[in-house]
């Protein structure tokens, strides 16, 4: 049962440099959404889908973009990346009563 | 502005005793919480869920009460045991449960 896969585990990207973060789920969940997460920040809310062909923007949602084709994908794609961007981010779906299932996450360090 | 504090960033206690750690709140259209448990290199796991209509809910050792007046929920664990420490965070749903959003963590230490 692979639950929620996040690729890749680590990546270390330059300034201006393009990158997306992969993120699958197995469990038919509609609904799946990104955070990121920084020291004495908790987690933060990038952005979010409720369904296929559906997404929306969370807490911090600038310097990223999504896209969700089919059920299962929801990759998070950064255009040009930044050294704000250093943290880590997590994938998760959403199960029927409400809680959310997390990937192991993605560190990842712009320099 | 954080919408979901937790206002100790660690708490160590002793093996067998009762760990208790503390949220707060500022918004009132928050109508679902949850705790969550982290550890290192991990991704955050589901512990324990309460609705706003309840003030308490339980699961074995875990425990969470709400008090909407104070805008205050809390997590108890009893007894605690070395493998509880981790990271614990708190989280609300708003936005018709669209929006979860987290409060800063706090890491509980049990030593034997």
């Known amino acids: 049962n692979a639950g929620v896969t996040q690729t890749p585990k680590f990546q270390v990207l330059k300034t201006g440099q393009s990158m997306t973060l992969q993120c699958a789920q197995d469990?038919?969940?509609?609904?799946m959404s990104w955070y990121r997460q920084d020291p004495g920040m908790g987690l933060r809310l990038i952005h979010y889908?409720?369904?296929?062909?559906?997404?929306d923007q969370g807490e911090v949602p600038n310097g990223y973009n999504v896209s969700r084709s089919t059920t299962e994908d929801f990759p998070l794609r950064l255009l040009s990346a930044a050294p704000s961007q250093t943290s880590v981010y997590f994938c998760?779906?959403?199960?029927?009563?409400?809680?959310?299932?997390f990937g192991e996450g993605s560190r990842l360090t712009v320099l | 502005d954080q919408q979901v504090k937790q206002n100790s960033p660690s708490l160590s206690v002793q093996e067998g005793r009762i760990s208790i750690l503390n949220c707060d709140y500022t918004n009132s259209m928050f109508d679902y919480f949850l705790w969550y448990k982290k550890y290192p290199a991990e991704g955050p796991t589901f512990l324990i869920s309460i609705s706003s209509i309840k003030d308490k809910n339980e699961d074995g050792r875990f425990t969470v009460f709400l008090n909407k007046s104070a805008k205050h929920l809390s997590l108890h664990i009893v007894p605690s045991q070395p493998g509880d420490s981790a990271v614990y965070f708190c989280?609300?749903?708003?936005?018709?449960?669209?929006?979860?959003?987290f409060g800063g963590g706090t890491r509980l230490m049990v030593k034997p």
């Open positions: 989280a609300a749903y708003y936005n018709a449960g669209n929006m979860l959003t």
């Open positions: 469990m038919n969940h509609e609904y």
């Open positions: 889908s409720v369904g296929a062909g559906i997404t």
């Open positions: 998760a779906s959403r199960g029927v009563s409400g809680e959310l299932f």
